[in-house]
C-alpha cells in the first residue's frame, strides 16, 4: 500500500510569492491534514479537510489556505510568503475522523 | 499555551537499556494519545497510540503507559536498539476537532 506522497520535496522561494504544495493520501483514506514542522517551534497543526470540506484550521492567518478534490488529494497555498514560513509542511491522512494520522515525508520550504 | 509537556529534550541510552520519554497533557478532554517516531529527513511515523481507558499498551519492545488521574503518560523503548535513534514526539488529540497537539519531541540516541 503507498503511503502518503507529498510533492515537490524541496522549494525555494523568495519573500511576497506565492506557493502551492501538494498530497495524495493513502488510498481509502477520505481525510487530510497539513501541518507546519518549524525549527524551535515543533508541529503544529494548520489544516484538516474531509470529504471536500475545511473541518477545522489551526492558528495560522488567512494567507494560508487550501482545498480538498474529489479524488480526496489536497492542496496547501501560501501567499505572501514571510521568511518565517520557511518550513517543513507534512500532510497526513487518516480513514477519518477520529481515526490514526499518517504523515507523508513533507515538503522542505525555504524561503529567501 | 503548551497543552503538551515533553520531557526529556534528549536523551542517550545503551544498546540493551531500557529507553523512556515521559510527557504531561493539560486538557481532560483529550480522548486520543498517539506516539510518533521521526527520522531525519522523513515524515513522523505512527508508532503506537493509547486512548483514556486503558492504563497500558504494549506492541514488541514498545509500551505505552497511561496515569489518567496525573494526566501523565510515558513511552518505553524495551532492549533499545542503535536503530532506534530517532526523534521521538508524544501527542494528544480530541476526537471532535482531529487536531493533533505534539509534544516539542525527544532526540533519542542508543549507543552500540
Known amino acids: 500500500e503507498a503511503g502518503v506522497t507529498q510533492s515537490p520535496t524541496h522549494l525555494i522561494k523568495t519573500r511576497g510569492q506565492q506557493v502551492t504544495l501538494r498530497c495524495s493520501p493513502i488510498s481509502g483514506h477520505t481525510s487530510v491534514y497539513w501541518y507546519q514542522q518549524a525549527l524551535g517551534l515543533g508541529l503544529q497543526f494548520l489544516l484538516w479537510y474531509d470529504e471536500g470540506e475545511e473541518r477545522n484550521r489551526g492558528n495560522f492567518p488567512p494567507r494560508f489556505s487550501g482545498r480538498q478534490f474529489p479524488n480526496y488529494s489536497s492542496e496547501l497555498n501560501v501567499n505572501a510568503l514571510e521568511l518565517e514560513d520557511s518550513a517543513l509542511y507534512l500532510c497526513?491522512?487518516?480513514?477519518?475522523?477520529?481515526?490514526?494520522?499518517?504523515f507523508g515525508d513533507g515538503t522542505r520550504l525555504s524561503i529567501l | 499555551q503548551q497543552q503538551v509537556k515533553q520531557s526529556p529534550q534528549s536523551l542517550i541510552v545503551q544498546k540493551g537499556g531500557i529507553s523512556i520519554i515521559n510527557c504531561a497533557y493539560e486538557n481532560t478532554a483529550f480522548d486520543y494519545f498517539p506516539w510518533y517516531q521521526q527520522f531525519p529527513g522523513k515524515g513522523p511515523a505512527l508508532l503506537i497510540a493509547i486512548r483514556p481507558d486503558v492504563s497500558e499498551k504494549k506492541e514488541g519492545r514498545f509500551t505505552i503507559s497511561f496515569n489518567k488521574s496525573a494526566k501523565q503518560f510515558s513511552l518505553h523503548i524495551m532492549d533499545s536498539q542503535p536503530g532506534d535513534s530517532a526523534t521521538y514526539f508524544c501527542?494528544?488529540?480530541?476526537?471532535?476537532?482531529?487536531?493533533?497537539?505534539f509534544g516539542k519531541g525527544t532526540r533519542l540516541h542508543i549507543l552500540p
Open positions: 501527542a494528544a488529540s480530541l476526537a471532535r476537532d482531529d487536531k493533533i497537539i
Open positions: 497526513a491522512s487518516s480513514r477519518g475522523s477520529n481515526q490514526p494520522q499518517h
